[in-house]
């Protein structure tokens, strides 16, 4: 199975500042992975597919890159209903494994 | 307004079996994929497997194989997850997910999850 290796595991911020968070592949998915926030007592909300298609209604701050096997989510100008837990997941070929999660705090 | 409407929490025993149910609303039920997902309290995600409501195709995570069971019912656009022999580890939350029209494994829009607890 592809393993999903996040980092860090968990980041404060401040209001406005800018966030990136990192994914790595054991292996490579092209650029099959998604982006996903995820609030305490909540479902996860997909933000990103395809390394950098934003999801329906996904405000732009929001950014997907990949370089490699490694992928980044950019948060520009940090807001506070931007707080949760972030998870990448590659969807290139099953089974889809996600990585271990971000926190972000405000 | 695309809803996925889940079952209740289930307090099961250790052996038997659960089935839980995911209702679709505010799309064709038979035009899109749906997965299931597996997050452990505190812990992260595991997709389980997925089901194809137009001709019932399945395909599952090899880890839970044996274990669980999709199925759906077209009548009434709702999807079913039964997990059997349950133990400890089987205790989560588990969540139905619509994807895209075709498997495309990215999960589009979630339910809101059922909370299974296994205990004597």
């Known amino acids: 199975d592809i393993q999903m290796t996040q980092s860090p595991a968990s980041l404060s911020a401040s209001v406005g500042e800018t966030v990136t968070i990192t994914c790595r592949a054991s292996?490579?998915?092209?650029?099959?992975l998604a982006w996903y926030q995820q609030k305490q007592g909540k479902s996860p909300q997909l933000l990103v597919y395809?390394?950098?298609t934003l999801a329906e209604g996904v405000p732009s701050r929001f950014s997907g890159s990949r370089s490699g096997t490694q992928f980044s989510l950019k948060i520009n100008s940090l807001q506070p209903e931007d707080f949760g837990i972030y998870y990448c997941?590659?969807?290139?070929?099953?089974?889809?494994?996600f990585g271990g999660g971000t926190k972000v705090e405000i | 307004e695309v809803q996925l409407q889940q079952s209740g929490p289930e307090l099961i025993k250790p052996g038997a079996s659960v089935k839980m149910s995911c209702k679709a609303s505010?799309?064709?039920?038979?035009?899109?994929?749906l997965y299931w997902v597996k997050q452990k309290p505190g812990q992260g995600l595991e997709w389980i497997g997925y089901?194809?409501?137009?001709?019932?195709?399945?395909k599952y995570n090899k880890k839970f194989k044996g274990k669980a069971t999709l199925t759906s019912y077209k009548s009434s656009s709702t999807a079913f997850l039964e997990l059997s022999s349950l133990t400890s580890d089987d205790s989560a939350v588990y969540f139905c997910?619509?994807?895209?029209?075709?498997?495309?494994?990215?999960?589009?829009?979630w339910g809101q999850g059922t909370l299974v607890t296994v205990s004597a």
């Open positions: 997910a619509k994807g895209t029209a075709r498997a495309t494994g990215w999960f589009v829009y």
């Open positions: 292996e490579n998915i092209y650029s099959y």
């Open positions: 505010g799309y064709t039920f038979t035009s899109y994929v």
């Open positions: 089901i194809n409501p137009y001709n019932d195709d399945t």
């Open positions: 997941q590659h969807h290139y070929d099953t089974p889809w494994t």
């Open positions: 395809n390394a950098k």
